[in-house]
Nanobody
């Protein structure tokens, strides 16, 4: 069974950095576009960024562009999100997601992704 597990969340201060990890199992990891989403209380789920399987191109939401970086290691079935210069608005549950196989573009909607992890909480104190 396909499983995605996030880790690395916690409480940090504004301006700090942290690294989130997503571990995949039960799937050929390299066949999937991978993405990160987040959801804060009272807000809808928001696209954070994604990374393509074909050439590791990336795409980011406007709110995190220039601060967050996505990377992946298909051999290890791992994806990472590096959060730099975090702000209070970054507080949310962060979800790892995998698209349908062989998708050749990075979708920004939740509907583009087939599998989801349980999420990891990131809390940024002002």
């Amino acid at each position: 069974q396909v499983q995605l597990v996030e880790s690395g969340g916690g409480t940090v201060q504004a301006g700090d950095s942290l690294k989130l990890s997503c571990a995949g199992s039960g799937l050929t990891f390299g066949l999937y576009v991978m993405g990160w989403f987040r959801q804060a209380p009272g807000k809808e789920r928001e696209f954070v960024g994604g990374i393509n399987w074909s050439d590791s191109t990336t795409r980011y939401g406007d709110s995190v562009k220039g601060r967050f970086t996505i990377s992946r290691d298909n051999a290890e079935k791992m994806m990472y999100l590096h959060l730099n210069n975090v702000q209070s608005d970054d507080t949310a549950v962060y979800y790892c997601a995998a698209s349908t196989p062989w998708l050749t573009y990075i979708g920004v909607d939740s509907a583009s992704y087939q599998y989801w992890g349980q999420g990891t909480q990131v809390t940024v104190s002002s």
